[in-house]
């Protein structure tokens, strides 16, 4: 059953299992079906699911596959060649492989042989009786067969003739891949090129590249291989994995249709690029890497002056691709090296009209540079950033006075017994608003008891939530006492605006934001 | 004055100018002043400290600099040709740099006749008198001149002639290097290659690389460029820069010094490159990337069980380098993909031996599995885990018990009053201790109660104080009342240590960190 195209490039996903090795990446079993299905919609050909003999989990997801309904994707176990001096049938990992029912396995074998002789601890041929063995066994079960070689560019320039020996049984037992990996990411472009090239001369099986990111080369060395005619390029999502990471196959999609042509994705899909990159991330608790390359926030982000200044003549002057080929923005950023430029295309994207030569703009950047010294950041709290715009430019009578606010946590742990408290005072019109409200901690009691407050008067702030929260010390070397810059994300259900605010106390730094959301939803009500 | 040896590979750096474009990324101009030295003393080759023309900042950093007694860097300012239609001894940008008075003068001009006509506005003959008199006018001062022809590869691309027409202009203007520069960072490996190959053939004048890593090649497309024959690579400590960022010269310099046999640093200094990127990050205030190549504190992280397993065996057998010849370190990694071998090693490093059979292990793994399915992580957070390990292995008595805290923020914006108070009640040895103090916020406060509780057991307390304190949401879609992990690294001076606390509530979040910091430091004691 080789259902193989040997004229096509494929892409092989490993986010769910070699991604799962990264430090801090932990999927639950739901996680991984919820990343499954949405690489499968996206157009991901081949799916790793995981390594079925590993854990219980990973088996676990091959029993609820049916219930996914996959509409193309392949899904793969990942395992590894019989054990040495076993015969395959009774080798247990092996027998997982089968019972975890996929249409497609990848075995990975050794292919240097430095690792046979010192980490399986066997001889030369017995390795090749191990995958020729393991290969044989698996197709004749009617499954597809990719073959790892496991640290091959290794292996090669350690022992050439042994490593295409390992290739060339690959091949004979029948593997309908064979993927040349870098395992330990430590090769260089050019060695990949020679190498992949070499080996393409002596294999007519369709090849497949897995590099790892630890010389920061990995997508270059992916692209490398499949301009000398690989036909499978293996990665994960965001580049997770083990140690640097695997090769980012964002980026190697992006750069394959973009730049070499090559049509890996189904028509209109690679708009959708940054979407699954954030979707993975967030499934993964990740916080998404600002300047990812196509996908980041700051990848289409403009702070220098003189780049404003030629965005607003030529717009692809910049950017060597248009930033919603990928769904992607671009974006003008407000900060200290800001110009007058930014502050007026900036103010624009607010719906303010400003001319150059308005007096209030360099009042404007005093302010913004009065509070980034006190570790204020605009860049991504654009609420803040406009509230401030208006405050500057047409002052308003406030929406509220705050008079006071007290809270309290106490705990007993011997009696078991805690309890988090907020009042809030405010006047709203000439009336006096008291409030007092519980929560689990210090800024959700505020939260209720200042939304409780303002009920009231605008009773649609019940729609108002938040939706993101974030912490960061602005100087990290102070201990407890250092300023705290708390980020806010909320939503109405309909849009969602970010605000910013700065205090050595977390409480009061929350506040702030807090503060600031609601006041830039009423100005906008 | 030409002091350049065209027989040797030097490294400039422009993470001061070209780095402080990225979103986020914001130097005073001590920063400044800090990182040039010690980029100074690590043996870069030239440091471009800012662009004299287009800030006071930048432009005060030029006459701080004799204060700095470099022991060998050239300092170099950054600017652009000369105006177009104004004579060069008239540009008051091409002033500002000779009287920034550094030793070397580093011009951008333009060699994309696109940029030429719908940026400048100007005709394909001007814009080549504005790279020549410009150079010719700061080299009849004195001055190293370096040319850095943006978007050449583009220009390259679109029109060779004029491309090449510019790079002669320079060249017989007498430039001392003549840098390619991928403006967009839009190129691919190979195009560079074939690029510079080109160039070289053309040009007598050393070429030097600048790259950006808009398409995650900006490391390849460096090294690229080094093996075609460049003798100059420009990039960043940390690959800051704007949009994605500027080419890693972390990367750069392991590669070149590690995988390609180019000594570019004095003797022994490759050592300190993680110390480097770490200080760097730090004046920046950018957390760093675990997952940094070379220098992140994953890079040498193992997680999976195989390889754990083979680590055991051949230490070699998955790093592709020994991580001390860049400074950093080994690390095993526990977590729920952790077997037996994790817990064994690990606690091997805290010093307690474990027979593989011991039936306390599996306790351990699920002590962790049920925490961390709370949100908490010990990857990080070591003696968090030592005292997991050490409670469940051989329990203790406990040192004090904590009856009550209570925590009070009271806040009237009216009359400028504001107070954050704690208290603590605890019991030591049968004592009683009841203990308040102030701070600046609520974690501050509660932390100087319990160390004030704890002086009169333990005076030496007063040595411990907290280096570092994050916060993060682990679920962050709930808003204020998601779980939160606080993650503390506690020092006394001698030792680091790092514990972690997960609640609902910030101030028991920290709490717990907290406790555990100094339960750690007197189990050590």
Chains 1, 2 share one sequence.
Request: hydrophobic share 40%.
């Amino acid at each position: 059953m080789n259902t193989v195209n040997p004229s096509r490039l494929v892409l092989y996903d490993t986010t769910l299992r070699d991604g799962s090795q990264g430090e801090a990446i932990h999927f639950s079993l739901s996680d991984k079906l919820r990343v499954a299905k949405r690489l499968d919609e996206f157009g991901i050909n081949y799916i790793e699911g995981g390594w079925p003999g590993s854990n219980p989990k990973d088996f676990s997801f091959f029993t609820h596959l049916k219930d996914l309904e996959l509409k193309q994707a392949k899904i793969a176990a990942f395992g590894s060649t019989r054990r040495a001096q076993l015969h395959v049938e009774e080798d247990p990992q092996i027998k997982l492989l089968l019972e975890a029912q996929s249409p497609v396995i990848t075995l990975f074998g050794k292919s240097w042989l430095f690792h046979v002789l010192e980490v399986l601890k066997t001889t030369p041929e017995e390795n090749l009786a191990m995958i020729r063995d393991s290969i044989k066994f698996l197709k004749s079960h009617g499954r597809e067969v990719i073959f790892d070689a496991e640290h091959f560019f290794d292996g090669y320039k350690a022992d050439k003739a042994y490593a295409l020996e390992c290739i060339k049984e690959a091949e004979e037992a029948g593997a309908d891949y064979i993927v040349l990996c870098d395992t330990n990411g430590g090769s260089l472009p050019w060695e990949i090129g020679t190498i992949t090239t070499d080996v393409l001369a002596h294999c007519k099986t369709p090849l497949g590249i897995h590099t790892h990111n630890d010389c920061e080369l990995a997508v270059a060395n992916a692209l490398v291989a499949v301009k000398a005619g690989v036909q499978q390029v293996q990665g994960t999502i965001n580049g997770y994995g083990e140690r640097t990471g695997n090769c980012n196959l964002i980026s190697v999609i992006a750069n394959l249709e973009l730049k070499m042509g090559q049509k890996v994705l189904p028509p209109g899909k690679l708009k959708e690029l940054r979407e699954l990159s954030l979707f993975v991330d967030e499934i993964a608790n990740i916080k998404p890497n600002p300047r990812a390359p196509f996908v980041g926030k700051s990848a289409f982000a403009h702070k220098g002056g003189t780049h404003v200044n030629a965005l607003q003549k030529v717009l692809r002057s910049y950017e060597h691709i248009d930033p919603s080929a990928v769904g992607n923005n671009r974006r003008v950023l407000v900060g200290e090296l800001s110009g007058k430029s930014n502050i007026i295309l900036k103010a624009k994207d607010l719906g303010i009209i400003l001319e150059e030569n308005n007096p209030n703009i360099q009042r404007v950047l005093n302010k913004i540079k009065e509070l980034e010294a006190k570790g204020y950041e605009f860049e991504s709290a654009e609420a803040s950033f406009a509230l401030l715009l208006k405050k500057t430019l047409s002052p308003y009578p406030p929406f509220f006075n705050l008079m006071e606010y007290h809270v309290s946590i106490r705990q007993l742990p011997s009696k078991n017994y805690k309890v988090c408290e907020a009042t809030v005072k405010l006047s709203i019109r000439g009336e006096r608003i008291y409030t007092v409200a519980e929560g689990d901690g210090p800024v959700h009691a505020l939260d209720r008891a200042l939304r409780e407050a303002l009920a009231k008067f605008y009773p649609e702030i019940s729609q108002v939530r938040l939706e993101d929260y974030k912490v960061r010390i602005v100087d990290s070397k102070e201990g407890t006492a250092s300023s705290i810059r708390v980020w806010v994300e909320s939503t109405d259900g309909k849009k969602s605006w970010s605000t910013v605010g700065v205090s050595h106390d977390i409480v009061e730094a929350s506040w702030l934001a807090l503060f600031d959301s609601i006041e830039y939803w009423l100005l906008k009500s």
